[in-house]
């Protein structure tokens, strides 16, 4: 399969891959996929794309003309169909989200809400249980750490708390970075490493769970609860240890099976020129964990006669978050950055490449498979075109469609 099957879904956009989700999926009275980015020209925009009428429209949801791809949305549908768009400005004042006025209708929303206050905000991960009839919302705050808030309505949000952070005298200089995925019903799942793998050269892959109250590791033992925040990152299972190997770390994404069992996906970096792909899975008893596929160096166009400022930035992995066996990579081919489909059979003992694009005139990077899609074709986005650094790119949000 190669990119011409794919279409432009947003013509001038980039983001972040620590803000999810970046993409959702719908099958209602329309059939529609939506996603929100960054321009070039620091517009924050949403768009939505109906597969039956191909028709595509945008939103602008926020223009303050700060160039950075950190500042672009995480999304949350709502059970009535309208949708919820989280956004911060890179190390900035306060998590901001707006609601969509009506159902599967982007064209008109709510007037903005503030979630917190916190400074050095970003990061923005969204969550609704059903069981708890509860919001969540995640981020990067104060002190560098992931924090949290909840509300009962969408509008008025509890005082944010950290949730997580290392013990003893190295708190104040750790800042974990996280991924977050839910069942929408009682549980969550956070994968989160002890920091940047620029400032952490055993940079480790950890996970816990939040279930009905508790925090717990992966085989059922709990280790703290709502009541007794932040939980330790020494008590989280430690699904990968860099200081053992002596090769950091990064994730990318984490999903769930249909046992609800997590699957990690992450990078092994050997060397800022050698970057690995790999996944870790529960099977039930213990974390089954293997590499994927190399994946080259770093994706940005280094200018010439400069030092790369982001040497860890690969060029992308994410699952099939209805089929974890199934994950998406961004990785060099004949020097040039190519999406390719990896597919495992046997738990993640062997893995087979399917390209999805082929012979690019232009590197494809950090793609991402729309939250709530689980058709069987092959559906997600991704980044296509000149990216220099996270404040200075050109680039166009690109979609290979598998809803018919």
Request: glycine share 10%.
């Given at each position: 399969?190669t990119d011409d099957l794919s279409r432009s879904f947003a013509p001038d956009g980039a983001w972040c891959w620590f803000q999810d989700?970046?993409?959702?999926?719908?099958?209602?009275?329309?059939?529609?996929?939506?996603?929100?980015?960054?321009?070039?020209?620091?517009?924050?925009?949403?768009?939505?794309?109906?597969?039956?009428?191909?028709?595509?429209?945008?939103?602008?949801?926020?223009?303050?003309?700060?160039?950075?791809?950190?500042?672009?949305?995480?999304?949350?549908?709502?059970?009535?169909?309208?949708?919820?768009?989280?956004?911060?400005?890179?190390?900035?004042?306060?998590?901001?989200?707006?609601?969509?006025?009506?159902?599967?209708?982007?064209?008109?929303?709510?007037?903005?809400?503030?979630?917190?206050?916190?400074?050095?905000?970003?990061?923005?991960?969204?969550?609704?249980?059903?069981?708890?009839?509860?919001?969540?919302?995640?981020?990067?705050?104060?002190?560098?750490?992931?924090?949290?808030?909840?509300?009962?309505?969408?509008?008025?949000?509890?005082?944010?708390?950290?949730?997580?952070?290392?013990?003893?005298?190295?708190?104040?200089?750790v800042r974990p970075y996280i991924k977050i995925v839910a069942d929408g019903q009682s549980t969550i799942h956070f994968a989160l490493?002890?920091?940047?793998?620029?400032?952490?050269?055993?940079?480790?892959?950890?996970?816990?769970?939040?279930?009905?109250?508790?925090?717990?590791?992966?085989?059922?033992?709990?280790?703290?609860?709502?009541?007794?925040?932040?939980?330790?990152?020494?008590?989280?299972?430690?699904?990968?240890?860099?200081?053992?190997?002596?090769?950091?770390?990064?994730?990318?994404?984490?999903?769930?099976?249909?046992?609800?069992?997590?699957?990690?996906?992450?990078?092994?970096?050997?060397?800022?020129?050698?970057?690995?792909?790999?996944?870790?899975?529960?099977?039930?008893?213990?974390?089954?964990?293997?590499?994927?596929?190399?994946?080259?160096?770093?994706?940005?166009?280094?200018?010439?006669?400069?030092?790369?400022?982001?040497?860890?930035?690969?060029?992308?992995?994410?699952?099939?978050?209805?089929?974890?066996?199934?994950?998406?990579?961004?990785?060099?081919?004949?020097?040039?950055?190519?999406?390719?489909?990896?597919?495992?059979?046997?738990?993640?003992?062997?893995?087979?490449?399917?390209?999805?694009?082929?012979?690019?005139?232009?590197?494809?990077?950090?793609?991402?498979?729309?939250?709530?899609?689980?058709?069987?074709?092959?559906?997600?986005?991704?980044?296509?075109?000149?990216?220099?650094?996270?404040?200075?790119?050109?680039?166009?949000?690109?979609?290979?469609?598998?809803?018919?």
């Open positions: 399969m989700p970046r993409a959702v999926y719908l099958s209602r009275e329309h059939q529609r996929t939506y996603a929100g980015w960054m321009t070039a020209r620091g517009n924050l925009d949403v768009g939505a794309c109906d597969h039956r009428t191909r028709e595509l429209q945008r939103f602008t949801l926020k223009s303050d003309g700060e160039v950075d791809d950190h500042n672009s949305c995480s999304l949350l549908l709502l059970a009535d169909g309208r949708l919820m768009a989280f956004y911060a400005r890179h190390n900035g004042l306060g998590l901001h989200c707006r609601t969509t006025k009506g159902p599967e209708d982007i064209t008109e929303w709510e007037d903005e809400v503030i979630v917190a206050n916190t400074p050095r905000t970003t990061y923005s991960h969204p969550v609704y249980l059903r069981d708890e009839g509860l919001f969540y919302a995640f981020w990067r705050g104060e002190d560098w750490k992931p924090v949290f808030a909840t509300s009962g309505d969408g509008r008025t949000w509890t005082p944010p708390r950290i949730l997580v952070q290392e013990a003893g005298r190295e708190a104040a200089n490493t002890n920091g940047h793998p620029r400032d952490e050269p055993a940079n480790s892959v950890h996970y816990f769970r939040y279930e009905r109250g508790g925090f717990f590791r992966a085989d059922g033992t709990q280790i703290g609860g709502l009541d007794r925040v932040p939980v330790s990152l020494g008590k989280c299972d430690l699904v990968y240890d860099a200081k053992a190997t002596g090769v950091r770390a990064w994730l990318w994404d984490i999903a769930l099976d249909d046992c609800g069992h997590p699957s990690i996906a992450y990078t092994r970096l050997p060397a800022k020129t050698d970057h690995r792909y790999c996944c870790a899975r529960w099977d039930g008893t213990a974390w089954v964990d293997r590499e994927v596929t190399p994946g080259g160096r770093w994706f940005p166009q280094t200018p010439m006669f400069r030092r790369e400022r982001e040497p860890h930035y690969s060029g992308g992995m994410a699952f099939r978050h209805a089929n974890p066996s199934v994950v998406y990579v961004s990785r060099p081919i004949r020097g040039v950055f190519e999406i390719e489909k990896w597919s495992t059979a046997d738990g993640g003992m062997t893995w087979t490449p399917t390209a999805i694009t082929a012979g690019s005139a232009y590197g494809n990077v950090r793609p991402v498979v729309p939250r709530g899609y689980a058709g069987e074709a092959d559906h997600l986005l991704w980044m296509r075109g000149r990216y220099v650094h996270y404040t200075n790119y050109r680039t166009e949000i690109r979609m290979l469609s598998g809803p018919k």
